[in-house]
């Protein structure tokens, strides 16, 4: 791992929950630290996870490939419900696309870490 002194890119992450799993594993096997934060939201309600890594930009292709391999896109049907003048009806399906990451990287002058 990465001392303070090493560290001059922050990663930002954002992962769909379903594929958080796997990139948690494959992060600690590879030695990156990171911060893991849960949240949701969006327009479907998927639960999501935002990961804060601190490393050195030696290393930063070979965390976005990393990433890039575990979080793929995908297609996903889900169900959307239409009401025409208040009369209840059946959900029909919908194709959305899920999963993948966002990935946010910035320049750092100076990492510090309290214990």
Do not use: W
């Not at 934060?37 to 935002?50: A, I, M, N």
């Not at 050195?56 to 292709?61: A, F």
């Not at 029909?92 to 990451?101: H, L, N, V």
């Amino acid at each position: 791992m990465a001392t303070p002194d090493d560290i001059d890119v922050l990663v930002v992450v954002f992962v769909m929950g379903s594929q958080t799993g796997q990139l948690v594993q494959m992060m600690r096997k590879n030695k990156f630290g990171f911060t893991e934060v849960d949240s949701s939201g969006g327009f479907l309600q998927e639960p999501t996870t935002c990961f804060f890594v601190g490393i050195n930009r030696n290393r930063l292709e070979s965390l976005l490939e990393l990433v890039r391999s575990t979080c793929h896109r995908h297609l996903q049907y889900i169900p959307a419900r239409m009401d025409v003048a208040a009369i209840p009806s059946q959900p029909i399906m919908i194709e959305a696309e899920m999963g993948g990451a966002i990935i946010l990287a910035f320049e750092v002058e100076q990492f510090i870490q309290a214990m």
